[in-house]
Each structure stands twice: as C-alpha cells, then as structure tokens.
C-alpha cells in the first residue's frame, strides 16, 4: 500500500478497517509517516525512502483518484488523415501532497493516431 499517497481522508478512514485493527503496529507506522508527507514535516520523505521499496511508496496512484486521471479520446478517427497531429491540453497537480494545496501547471500534448512521417535520411 502506498499510504504516501492515500488522501488524509482515506488514510482516517484505514483506521476503522478490521485489517489496520489486525497489523495495528504495521499500519500506524506507516500511516503516521503517510501524514507527516502531508503535513510538510521536514525528514517525512527521508523516513519514508528508509522502508524496503520507499521510492516505490512515493509514486503517485493517479488511476485511483479522479482528479489525477485524464481519458484521451480522438474523435473521428477513420477521417483523420494519416499523419495527422492532434494537440491536447493538460492539466496536472504539482504535488500529490495535501500542505501543496491545488495548484496545477498545464501541459500539451501532441499525439499522432495513425503514425509519424519520417523524412528518408541519407547517412
């Protein structure tokens, strides 16, 4: 479980599950270092990269929470053109910790549904 980046409300909720109940000292040393992250508490991040696999509890869980995920979709996509461009415009939270707030930093993409043209190279 990447408790890091549970919400501080799914991380209240884990404490009324049967299984926190069970592994009481497991979860709560986890879960208390999970607030600290969100908390902004100054050696959060060096105490979580101490657990086995800790850089693998700071990566973000985007498919489970709705304001992290985006669908793409290409609409018309039998008349598109081959090699047709098709620019997205994005926008992601800069952090997934709670003290970050809801800033945002915006992106473009460009995606090519039906391939990239590559002009002959001569070496």
Known sequence: IRFPMLTPSQLADLLLSPLTKRYMLFMHERMSRAMAYHRNRESAIKDI?????????????????????????VDYFSQLPMYHCRSLHFSAFESTADYAGESQVDWMVDIYPKGVWLQKCFA
Do not use: I, Q, V, W
């Not at 800790?54 to 990566?59: A, C, P, Q, V, W």
């Open 49 to 73: 990269l101490k657990f086995s696999n800790g850089d693998r509890l700071l990566t973000p869980r985007l498919y489970t929470e709705d304001k992290y995920c985006a669908s793409l979709s």
